[in-house]
């Protein structure tokens, strides 16, 4: 079970990574459209350098948000195999965790 939320725990990670990734890419194309204007020759060449290095960049996220997907459907997949092999094992995890979700929630009042 521990490999399992460390697993939850590393694609929320991944997650969030890749969230904060875009805003990055998102704030680097504003700079650069707002540095449009300039003309001096060392700008032009590092708004040349970012927006080579944003198209990468683009191009990775890209790769991991689909890595992230492909991963996702299959814990999804795996996970209703596993339902559908042991159908009360999974109604009795269900019960379980309903039971102390309930416990919890009582105790609060």
Known sequence: MSTQSARTASEVSKEKLMQDFRVVVADAES???ATAGLANEK???ARERVQENLAAAKAR????EEAV???T???AKATD???HENPWKAV????????IV???ISRGR
């Not at 996220?61 to 991991?64: K, V």
């Not at 009795?92 to 039971?99: F, K, M, N, P, S």
């Open 81 to 83: 195999e596993y339902v």
């Open 69 to 71: 997907v492909a991963k």
């Open 43 to 45: 700008v032009s060449a």
């Open 92 to 99: 009795g995890i269900g019960v379980g965790v309903g039971l």
């Open 73 to 75: 459907k299959q814990a």
């Open 31 to 33: 700079l650069l459209h």
């Open 102 to 104: 309930g416990m919890l």
């Open 61 to 64: 996220l890209s790769t991991a």
